[in-house]
């Protein structure tokens, strides 16, 4: 079996090991909101996040049993910022449903958030039940804490990009280092942190995912304008419709004449343009440039990912070409 097929049947196994976590530590009353909270849960998803940590504790010696509940409360820390992105972005579709606020109204979405934010925690916390120190779990729910903290941060720098009059490629780094890369690096960290790692073993692998997280967060802006719509399972040119600042649109912005840069700012965030106004936003974008751009500098970051992954000494072999092949993954997937 070649390592990408292996990876994913991996990944596939692990998936549903923290699913089944999941759902025996998420249940109570009222049944209305749990079943909100659960609902991208159930929808599926890459389960790239607690992936990386299952296997950084791997890599640093550990076993996968100690590692679940780091891995089930990232995701479920993710699954959280997700509901309260969807709301703040108006989107209708994730994961190929309807969003949670959609469903359940934007009241009861902001409360299945909140649930999930505190379940991140109690999932971290039956790690003592397997026998991790009381140290190790502390230091893992620090992490996880900084997380938390550092994606909220870095959504608010992405609210706040628009409003930048000249933002500059710089300025998306930083926001998309907090908000979408840190979860990965926090995730390897916490992987780490389970598996009593050193903490020169920490730093690196947070390195690393800090990388391979801005490369994929960057292939991520390149599929919302390129990519299928059936594949992700949400709708495409959502970031034009929501004005977002992303790599392709600061690149775009700052490469193509007024006369050009006039439509694209009149077109991006306006919820009202047609379908032809946001293919026309989309052609002057990929007209620019952007798109070659993009796709050279989400590479660069995946190489020095791979550049930093060299440098560490392994435990385990096989969890670490796993990790290699993720971070391939990361930058290389259509959905």
Not at 122 to 129: I, P, S, T
Not at 301 to 324: C, G, I, S, W
């Amino acid at each position: 079996m070649c390592l990408a097929m292996e990876l994913l049947k991996y990944a596939e196994e692990v998936g549903k090991e923290v699913e089944e976590f999941i759902y025996n530590v998420i249940k109570g009353e009222p049944w209305k909101v749990y079943e909100a909270s659960l609902h991208y849960i159930k929808a599926g998803g890459k389960r790239l996040r607690p992936l990386v940590v299952i296997l950084a504790s791997r890599i640093a010696g550990g076993s996968e049993e100690i590692a679940i509940p780091g891995a089930a409360a990232v995701e479920v820390l993710h699954t959280f910022t997700l509901i309260h992105d969807d709301i703040i972005d108006k989107d209708e579709l994730r994961r190929g449903v309807p969003t949670v606020h959609k469903l359940w109204g934007t009241d009861m979405a902001i409360i299945a958030g909140d649930l999930l934010f505190a379940y991140a925690y109690k999932c971290l916390l039956k790690a003592l039940e397997l026998g991790v120190s009381s140290d190790r779990v502390a230091k893992a729910i620090e992490a996880l804490t900084d997380a938390a903290i550092t994606v909220a941060e870095g959504q608010a720098l992405d609210m706040m990009l628009p409003e930048v009059r000249e933002a500059r490629v710089e300025d998306y780094i930083t926001m998309v280092s907090k908000k979408t890369a840190a979860l990965f690096a926090y995730s390897a960290k916490i992987g780490g942190i389970l598996a009593g790692a050193p903490e020169e073993f920490l730093l690196n692998i947070f390195n690393i995912m800090m990388n391979a997280g801005v490369a994929f967060q960057i292939r991520d802006d390149i599929l919302g304008l390129v990519g299928d719509e059936k594949v992700l399972g949400k709708p495409v040119y959502s970031d034009l419709r929501e004005g977002k600042r992303t790599v392709l649109v600061i690149y775009a912005l700052n490469n193509v004449n007024l006369e050009k840069k006039a439509k694209l700012l009149k077109i991006l965030g306006n919820r009202n343009a047609s379908l032809d106004e946001f293919k026309e936003a989309a052609k002057i974008i990929l007209e620019s440039g952007a798109l070659e751009y993009s796709e050279s500098l989400a590479e660069m970051y995946a190489t020095r990912a791979l550049e930093l992954l060299n440098e560490l000494k392994p435990v385990n072999v096989e969890a670490f070409d796993m990790f290699k092949e993720l971070i391939r993954f990361m930058i290389k997937r259509r959905y």
